[in-house]
């Protein structure tokens, strides 16, 4: 009887099991939806394959996040990797199996952002809230006449729509703007078109996203956080009455979470993801090429990491 069969043999006989990276060394990573999270895991798979000489898989499907963090909490190799994980979206996940039960890890975030926009073109004529008070200026963004100037504010349903009235309606904005709730691709299509007839236009985004990558936009200055100025439940019935938000959105931190079983199990593996550093720019220009460009999301992290060694050697020394 061999050394290793033996070995089975005696764990086995004490009702235990063998750990699983003795039974399969893949490292499993979750299937989140959006573009950015899978832009970020196929990197991250390409990788591990690559440079570390190691093995990953994206697992199709994997996509609920409360089923990637139980998976990466048993720590058997079931799910391994939260590619994209926000805070404070994720507050619960991260409360449950970084704080509390120590089983999942993470590296240093990068942040994202949620605010107003116009074009670069447009930056000297807005640049404030205080800006948009001025009847003038809000006639210039009014598409239907109605009197009223028109900025978009997501589709129909986000929560996103409804803390931008929220804002409006805090800011003491509601007589001279109103909403215009559109899918995400309807309106990328007339921001398209209005940056290429140098048109007005004013709108909410977030990073990371393409159109960052892909055209000059700026910011529409907001005022500084301070107590008491975002109390919110957009929830409520009457979400419009009861809440206020008259501030600066405060930036998320966006973290990839792994299994700390991963210390053990793939010593490499774990200490390139506590040293990965991933900033806005880098992912909005992946996006950029899958979402935009509808690049396959493989192709496009593997040329990454081939024309960005000295980053990825950064990762994984």
Known sequence: MTRAFTLAASVAACGLALPAAAQ???????????????????VIEAVIDGPLGSEAEIVEGLSDGSIIAAGIDKGDGSADV???????????IWNAYVEDAETMAHNAPYLGTQKLYVPAYMAERVRSIEDLRDPEIAAMFDKDGNGKGEYWAGDVGWKSARMWEVKFKSYGLSELWEAENLPDATFKAQLKTA?????????????PEWVHAAYDLSPIEEPARSEGCENVDLDATDWLEVSHFAC????????????????TRNPPVAKFLSQLRLEPEMVNGWILQIGRDEMDPRDVAENWVRE???VVDGWID
């Open 82 to 92: 939260f590619p994209d994980l926000w805070l404070p979206a994720r507050e619960a």
């Open 195 to 207: 940056i290429q007839r140098e048109q007005p236009i004013l709108f909410y985004y977030w990073t």
């Open 308 to 310: 960005n060694k000295d």
């Open 248 to 263: 600066a959105s405060r930036d998320a931190e966006i973290f990839v979470g792994y299994s700390k079983s991963l210390e």
């Open 24 to 42: 399969d060394p893949t490292v499993r990573i979750g299937d989140l939806t959006w573009t950015g999270a899978s832009a970020i895991a196929h």
